[in-house]
């Protein structure tokens, strides 16, 4: 938890409602953000994220492949302080589950660059279902301005808050000035330092920070069930 703000817990079996019932033990759930519903499920702050299809559609959310690094509910006024994801069917191999710790990120910027980033706000926008970052984001269903280095609550550290799947502009700033920007904060998040990969297993249940924490996907086979 200390280097990544990532809680496990191993070989769990929790219905929808225990699921519910625990998540609430951190403060009231927010409503799913995928704009959907999903087959079977009762509360609207539970989403599935799967590949497996019925009729030819998937039946959860962010179903395929590889999804860029991101931050939950960026795009939105008030973001999730924390997210919870239970595995039920996990593939062979490939899905894993990557954390990078923002507070490090921006603990290790050059002074120049954090002197850019100094008040500075970025601008969040979410695309439908999308896992990699699309180029187009004008038809975007929701965005919003946050600032590019956020102080946490709670442990008043500052933590980078932008992220390569829905960071589109840092305030400003000329537009070729701020994508060149932003392309070097990407790739210093994403360091392999700053990264911890979970490897699923059915029953694993994992929380984590928003505030301070970005997660990704890697890639997956698509002739494979995944459940979460």
């Not at 959907?36 to 395929?64: H, Q, W, Y």
């Not at 305030?171 to 911890?196: C, I, K, M, N, W």
């Amino acid at each position: 938890w200390h280097q990544y703000q990532v809680i496990l817990l191993r070989d769990q079996t929790l219905d929808e409602d225990a699921q519910v019932r625990f998540a609430e033990t951190f403060g009231p759930p927010a409503r799913s953000t995928s704009g959907r519903t999903f087959k079977g499920v009762k509360n609207p702050a539970v989403m599935l994220v799967s590949n497996i299809r019925e009729d030819g559609k998937p039946i959860g959310a962010l179903p395929d492949g590889e999804m860029h690094f991101h931050t939950d509910q960026c795009h939105q006024v008030t973001p999730a302080a924390a997210t919870m994801l239970y595995a039920i069917e996990i593939p062979s191999k490939g899905g894993n589950t990557l954390f990078a710790n923002a507070y490090k990120a921006y603990e290790t910027l050059p002074d120049d660059i954090k002197q850019q980033l100094a008040g500075r706000r970025a601008f969040n926008a979410y695309t439908t279902d999308t896992t990699t970052r699309s180029a187009d984001y004008e038809g975007s269903g929701s965005s919003y301005w946050h600032p590019a280095v956020r102080t946490h609550p709670a442990t008043k550290r500052k933590a980078l808050y932008v992220n390569r799947l829905m960071t589109r502009e840092i305030e400003g700033l000329p537009r070729e000035q701020s994508d060149a920007l932003l392309q070097t904060l990407f790739d210093h998040q994403e360091q392999p330092q700053f990264v911890y990969e979970h490897v699923w297993r059915p029953g694993d249940i994992l929380m984590w920070d928003n505030r301070c924490t970005l997660h990704a996907r890697t890639d997956f086979s698509a002739g494979e069930r995944r459940l979460l």
